[in-house]
């Protein structure tokens, strides 16, 4: 769904600045257009009480707690919506408290500190008579971050009642259970934003590399069949884009986590060589020897490919292709190890993206160094089209000037290379996509 920007009607001040209130207005006009999940809703709380869920929050996230920012998330929904015998990874634990709290700010920032923010929320219900009231806290574990931060089980679904998540001061988003309905941030409401891992132009970039990817796997099962007798599980074509993907969001999600920035350029595999060259486009301070023994990224998902299909040839109905939800089910060992390897050359990528200047991986995934300036002499770019949704088909034209280095430098790549991809990572945790579409430099946020 694309990004959409609460205008004035949403009772913005009139420096254009909106607060809690405005976003409770925001969230009521579009509560009914998010799916649901995770049960029948409640009905959305009266426009008060929303306002004053919303409030709270967002003054708790102006406080400290010993010199740390407050965070947390918290769901407004009564006790009973959850089970009673409920434990993560597979459902949702409840901890009711002896007697209830005030929802106030100062509430709020005590239980923060007791409340990772990734595996717990605070329950709040609304009294008739008490108005807010702080029941207790539930333990959802952290698969719930799958979908941002790549990970293979699916997390228990939470209520489709209202939660908010506070992750920096001032800044915070309301959820619909687990769907985004709108966020406030440096005094500005967006609705939904588009994913592009759910688009079509960012998979296409990579096509051929997880054309070469299948490729490699069809050789492995014909070996397979030919030296030893052995028939593999035929595979859904799409399980290497998400596993791949699965990689890239675990990549982006540890940056995001660490608060400092960081840069991902994925160049065409016929410009690789290029960078070696006085004149490149970025100057690689530290690259890698090609041709190491250890396995790469590409290795790694040709052998899941390889070992999923060889586990399930043995057990599965024939004919029937194998997938996601075989891999994300699955309790093979050697698929575990496996998984666990991708995982750490995740965050082994995302390590090298904190030091100075950019990680630079081929659009195959081979990693050739990292500490890369984006040359100064490439041409300036003046304006950039902000895509307005899922394709960039409907886009805003933008001036540069009010965005940093970092995102200067990338615009001015994606100018000049066509095929790049360029991931930029702010230390608030704003991510970028930035490449060309039509011709011309696009960029893209991702929620």
């Known amino acids: 769904m694309p990004e959409e920007n609460a205008g004035s009607?949403?009772?913005?001040?009139?420096?254009?600045?909106?607060?809690?209130?405005?976003?409770?207005?925001?969230v009521r006009d579009r509560w009914s257009d998010v799916a649901e999940g995770g049960?029948?809703?409640?009905?959305?709380?009266?426009l008060e009480t929303l306002e004053h869920f919303f409030s709270a929050c967002y003054q708790a996230s102006l406080l400290r707690e010993e010199e740390r920012p407050v965070t947390f998330r918290a769901i407004l929904a009564s006790a009973r919506r959850f089970p009673d015998h409920g434990m993560p990874p597979e459902s949702l634990q409840k901890l009711e408290f002896s007697r209830a709290f005030a929802f106030d700010a100062m509430e709020l920032r005590r239980l923060s500190v007791a409340t990772d923010m990734q595996r717990s929320l605070i329950g709040v219900r609304s009294d008739a008579h008490a108005g807010l009231q702080i029941w207790g806290l539930i333990n959802s574990g952290s698969r719930w971050l799958r979908d941002v931060q790549g990970g293979r089980r699916a997390g228990a679904p939470l209520p489709p009642a209202?939660?908010?998540?506070?992750?920096?001061?001032?800044?915070?988003?309301?959820y619909?259970?687990?769907?985004?309905?709108?966020?406030?941030?440096?005094?500005?409401?967006?609705?939904?934003?588009?994913?592009?891992?759910?688009?079509?132009?960012?998979?296409?970039?990579?096509t051929r590399f997880r054309d070469e990817l299948m490729a490699r796997h069809e050789v492995a099962a014909r070996g397979a069949l030919k030296h030893g007798g052995e028939v593999w599980a035929p595979l859904e074509p799409t399980l290497p884009r998400m596993i791949s993907e699965r990689m890239v969001k675990r990549?982006?999600?540890?940056?995001?986590?660490?608060?400092?920035?960081?840069?991902?350029?994925?160049?065409?595999?016929?410009?690789?060589?290029?960078?070696?060259?006085?004149?490149?486009?970025?100057?690689?301070k530290y690259t890698f020897r090609p041709g190491q023994p250890h396995p790469s990224f590409p290795d790694?998902?040709?052998?899941?490919?390889?070992?999923?299909?060889?586990?399930?040839?043995?057990?599965?109905?024939a004919g029937e292709a194998v997938g996601w939800d075989e891999f994300e089910r699955t309790t093979d060992e050697q698929l575990e190890a496996l998984d666990e390897a991708l995982f750490e050359t995740a965050?082994?990528?995302?390590?090298?993206?904190?030091?100075?200047?950019?990680?630079?991986?081929?659009?195959?995934?081979?990693?050739?160094?990292?500490?890369?300036?984006?040359?100064?002499?490439l041409p300036a770019v003046r304006s950039i089209a902000r895509a307005a949704d899922l394709e960039g088909d409907r886009v805003t034209m933008e001036e540069v000037e009010s965005v940093g280095a970092r995102h200067r430098s990338a615009y001015r790549l994606a100018s000049a290379l066509p095929g790049s991809v360029v991931i930029v990572i702010s230390q608030d945790g704003g991510v970028r996509f930035v490449s060309q579409k039509d011709g011309r430099v696009t960029y893209w946020e991702q929620e």
């Open 9 to 26: 009607e949403d009772g913005r001040d009139a420096a254009g600045y909106s607060y809690p209130a405005d976003l409770a207005r925001f």
């Open 39 to 46: 049960g029948a809703a409640d009905p959305l709380p009266d």
């Open 162 to 174: 209202p939660v908010v998540h506070v992750d920096a001061p001032g800044s915070m988003a309301a």
């Open 176 to 206: 619909k259970g687990h769907r985004l309905v709108a966020r406030l941030q440096r005094g500005h409401i967006s609705g939904s934003r588009a994913d592009p891992f759910a688009s079509a132009w960012l998979p296409e970039q990579f």
């Open 251 to 284: 990549l982006i999600a540890v940056l995001r986590e660490a608060r400092h920035g960081g840069t991902l350029i994925f160049v065409p595999v016929g410009s690789a060589q290029e960078l070696s060259t006085k004149d490149s486009y970025i100057d690689l």
């Open 300 to 317: 790694l998902v040709v052998n899941i490919l390889n070992r999923l299909a060889q586990r399930y040839g043995l057990h599965h109905r």
């Open 347 to 377: 965050h082994l990528i995302a390590g090298l993206a904190l030091a100075d200047g950019a990680v630079v991986l081929t659009k195959h995934h081979d990693l050739l160094g990292f500490g890369g300036m984006i040359s100064g002499r």
